[in-house]
């Protein structure tokens, strides 16, 4: 038998190596990326699209949150490593007395009482991007949308810069230190989660994402909840969306009672 015999599909065994590859490659395909994301107990799909989306690394939208999306606002802040990184002490010292307003629900000092996130030595950039959203519907709260939507846009960057000055200080809530769950170290990358430091890590910090150590773990709970659920969706490209939806309630515990129990950096955030 010629070599050109060999591969026709007149010869029996070629036909059947070929039949015999193309069935395990279509079993593969549908276990891979049908069978085993339905099989996940802690996420939930919409439809098989979102299914193979999610297997592919896509980021799933069901039908639901599509509809969501053109009912709310998506946040229109653009952030760069140099946003508010020079302040003057003019702005510091504006941010100061509006900061006076605040103080009831994030302390006198930036650091919260009750299980608001603290603000002293966060990121100005997260400061700013967040009251932005605020002001504009990008993200809501009961008590945070009245209070945003009367500033200005110089009235929230004083805000920013002035926060951002102020020393980190250890909560009032301090629970025993925890050590660093999975989630936290390696993250889960067989569901596309990243580990949580390679965004809100102390050495390096991707513009935009507070730092966490020692805010409220009720608060840190609850957010991630609402973006696991889409209510709070003024993430940059649904990053946190799409990580949170992929955490198991287990994942979601760990991870906010271990920044709950971490001493803040010492480093601030602005010079």
């Known amino acids: 038998m010629s070599a050109r015999d060999l591969f026709t599909l007149s010869n029996w065994h070629f036909k059947s190596s070929v039949g015999i590859t193309a069935a395990i490659f279509i079993v ?7 069978v ?6 802690w996420v939930q799909f919409a439809n098989v699209w979102d299914a193979i989306c ?26 760069t490593s140099r946003t508010l990184s020079r302040p003057n002490q003019e702005a510091i010292g504006r941010g100061a007395t509006l900061a006076q307003r605040c103080a009831i629900c994030h302390g006198p000092t930036g650091i919260s009482r009750a299980d608001s996130p603290n603000l002293a030595g966060q990121y ?11 002001r504009s ?20 960057a004083d805000l920013a810069v002035y926060y951002a000055y102020l020393p980190r200080l250890p909560a009032y809530h301090p629970t025993p230190q925890l050590p660093k769950p ?3 170290i390696y993250g889960a990358p067989m569901r596309g989660i990243a580990p949580c430091g390679s965004c809100h890590g102390s050495l390096d910090n991707k513009t935009g994402s507070p730092w966490l150590e020692g805010q409220s773990e009720a608060y840190l709970k609850a957010q991630l909840q609402a973006f696991a659920t889409s209510e709070r969706r003024n993430d940059i490209s649904q990053q946190m969306r799409n990580i949170a939806r992929a955490m198991t309630p287990q994942e979601i515990e760990e991870a906010a009672a271990y920044y709950a ?4 950096d010492i480093v601030k955030a602005v010079d």
Request: proline letters at 8%; glycine letters at 6%; zero cysteines.
């Open 54 to 79: 999610s297997a592919a690394g896509v980021p799933q939208r069901s039908a639901g949150v599509a509809a969501q999306a053109q009912d709310k606002r998506l946040s229109e802040v653009v952030l």
């Open 36 to 41: 085993l994301p339905f099989a996940q107990p």
């Open 182 to 184: 999975n989630i936290v």
């Open 261 to 264: 129990s971490q001493p803040p």
């Open 124 to 134: 100005a950039a997260v400061i700013y991007k967040e009251l932005h959203d605020f």
């Open 28 to 34: 593969t395909v549908i276990v891979g990326f049908i």
């Open 137 to 156: 519907g990008a993200r809501t709260n009961a008590v945070m949308s009245p209070f945003a939507v009367n500033l200005t846009d110089r009235e929230i």
